[in-house]
């Protein structure tokens, strides 16, 4: 503590009160260094949104992943017409279908290819915009014009308009033939976010710090450019997910997606809509299927984004 | 302005041709051959086929068909269907339907979202904008063909409030429910945005200004706040122009409408390539020309972003 009058002064000085000068230099080193995605990290756990959306998704890929141990009943057979359209009965929770199959089974085994389409066509759509967004942000150029322009051209076709003709086209229908007839229209969504996110990142003054140290350009745009772009990127790619599987059940449901022997939210609630005015409930247990899942992801998708825009969160 | 306009049309040309052409290269690989599908189970005279080949150059190279159409759009025609109707006279008929379906649709979702998001986002975490939040997110995660289905058995079959399905030529209030389905996922998105911009300038500086200068509320919250929270409502409203079109294949298919998504859908089928190409061609011109639109409105809205040159 300096002395508070001059030495050789009689009269008294003031405190003084703004920062010493060497102060503001000091950085307080003994607490941990915080980074976007631990700030994200406990923002999320805050939140009660964030773990029912959380416990509801590890339910559904869990039914996805092991559709055996949430059904006894297995759903492609057992199918015997005098149960057309019946009630719930023991063990049979959900009713029949038209066909007399377990409405319960066919829900519990559905999941697995609504799902693996989402989760296909996002790891797609997403690998490949970003790939071909980061590479035209960070170099620009004729690479950047030529795959903007590309870009441009799908964009402009809407996606379930062109996953329609493109999967009439296809004479395989499976799973991946759908999510990568998705991704094909959706991944110059993930290029243009990827695009501006980089453009903004690589003039920061981290970039030229690394460019004066000499570390090579491609080794700059993946170690420092991306990880901090990447952000935006996860969002979209989250809220999606939902999407896609909307997609699917709606390519499914115009019959034009995966074929009727593969169970699918989409192709039940398309066969069931024939019976809606005698056994509505039979459309309406894989369409709450198909919306929890969705709801589930769209929920994420939201906690994500408040969690990795600093802006958004000062908000709430 | 002119000069942006013009220059944005520009840009807009190879757009188009590299849509058509994708389209048309997706369509010109449809397996099976439409014309023998024509006949059915009797083989027809052996020259038939030949002539009718001929006449719809499917004996052409692909990139010469794809030049043989894009020469009809410049002369006006677009090709005829297999069954010898002219495209034109089918987009006629089809267009003015989903026009009106999807014009009703956007103004259901517009006025309704942007008022429901304003009080929500003027009323932050209170019960209004709680309950508007959920009901958003719901109506977003159930599909479009679940809610046309849900809204025709209740709204239409129980209760006898609409008619189940469109009559002939489609009138207006056939088309209410239909439209209130087919806008009502952007409906909730419309919510949330508009919600969460006009929170967010809620709080701003300017908005702090006008009220302490005295302004009364009334006027603040319409032209300060709404003003200035309306552009990416309206960036989302112009991009959805196309998404319209396209639900519409969904909607008008349950509500049995004779529009755009119904003769798509019925061409892909059918592997009708020109058909398929010339109606997917006018969506994306509508699609292109709906978000020029919107560039130009945010000129009106914000004084900030004016195009000079």
Not at chain 1, 143 to 149: E, K, N, T
């Amino acid at each position: 503590m300096p002395s508070n009058t001059a030495p050789s002064a009689g009269h008294y000085v003031a405190d003084l009160e703004e920062t010493p000068v060497g102060a503001i230099d000091q950085v307080d080193s003994s607490q941990k260094a915080r980074s976007t995605w631990s700030d994200a990290w406990d923002s999320m756990r805050g939140r009660p949104l964030f773990w029912i959306s959380a416990v509801l998704i590890v339910i559904i890929v869990a039914v996805a992943a092991f559709p055996n141990l949430f059904s006894h009943t297995d759903p492609a057979r057992g199918c015997l017409l005098p149960d057309s359209n019946g009630g719930p009965e023991a063990g049979h929770i959900f009713g029949f279908t038209r066909q007399g199959c377990d409405v319960y089974a066919r829900v519990v085994y559905g999941a697995q290819a609504s799902l693996t389409v989402g989760l296909l066509a996002t790891v797609i759509a997403t690998l490949v915009g970003l790939v071909i967004g980061a590479l035209s942000g960070y170099y620009g150029g004729a690479f950047d014009a030529i795959a903007s322009r590309i870009g441009d051209i799908f964009l402009a076709i809407p996606t379930v308009l062109g996953a329609i003709v493109l999967m009439s086209v296809l004479p395989v229908r499976d799973p991946w033939t759908v999510a990568l007839v998705l991704s094909v229209f959706a991944w110059p969504q993930v290029a243009r976010i990827t695009r501006g996110a980089v453009l903004s990142a690589r003039n920061a003054d981290y970039v030229t710090a690394s460019i004066a140290l000499g570390v090579s350009r491609f080794r700059i745009l993946v170690r420092h450019v991306v990880p901090n772009a990447i952000a935006p990127v996860i969002v979209v790619a989250t809220t999606s997910l939902g999407t896609f599987i909307v997609a699917e059940a709606t390519l499914s449901f115009l019959g034009i997606g995966l074929p009727p022997s593969v169970m699918s939210w989409g192709n039940d609630i398309g066969q069931a809509r024939v019976s809606v005015a005698t056994a509505p409930m039979v459309l309406f247990y894989p369409a709450a299927a198909l919306s929890l899942t969705v709801l589930s992801f769209l929920m994420l998708g939201d906690v994500v984004r408040d969690a990795l825009d600093p802006k958004a969160r000062a908000r709430r | 302005m002119l000069w942006y306009i013009g220059r944005r049309l520009l840009q807009l040309i190879p757009v188009f041709f590299g849509a058509t052409f994708l389209i048309y290269f997706m369509v010109f690989s449809l397996p099976g051959d439409p014309i023998a599908a024509l006949f059915g189970d009797r083989p027809p005279a052996p020259g038939v086929i030949e002539a009718i080949r001929e006449q719809y150059h499917l004996n052409e190279p692909f990139i010469v068909q794809y030049l043989y159409y894009i020469g009809g759009i410049f002369t006006g025609d677009l090709g005829t269907t297999y069954s010898g109707r002219p495209v034109t006279a089918l987009l006629a008929q089809a267009f003015p339907v989903t026009f009106r379906l999807a014009m009703l649709a956007l103004a259901f979702e517009a006025i309704a979202g942007i008022l429901v998001g304003l009080v929500a986002g003027l009323r932050k975490g209170k019960l209004f904008d709680a309950s508007a939040l959920v009901v958003s997110l719901l109506l977003i995660s159930v599909p479009t063909f679940v809610l046309g289905f849900v809204l025709q058995y209740f709204l239409a079959v129980e209760l006898g409030l609409f008619r189940t399905t469109a009559g002939p030529g489609a009138p207006i209030q056939d088309l209410i429910l239909p439209a209130l389905v087919l806008a009502s996922v952007t409906f909730a998105y419309i919510v949330r945005l508009t919600r969460a911009s006009v929170a967010d300038n809620a709080s701003a500086d300017f908005v702090r200004t006008a009220t302490a200068k005295g302004l009364p509320r009334r006027r603040v919250v319409t032209v300060h706040i709404l003003r200035n929270s309306l552009i990416p409502v309206v960036t989302f409203l112009g991009v959805d122009i196309g998404n319209l079109m396209v639900g519409a294949i969904v909607t008008e298919g349950i509500f049995n409408i004779n529009g755009v998504g119904g003769a798509v859908f019925q061409a892909v089928i059918r592997g009708e390539g020109p058909t398929v190409v010339s109606f997917v061609a006018v969506m994306v011109i509508i699609y292109m020309l709906a978000n020029l639109l919107v560039d130009m409105i945010y000129a009106l809205l914000d004084p900030r972003i004016r195009y000079a040159k």
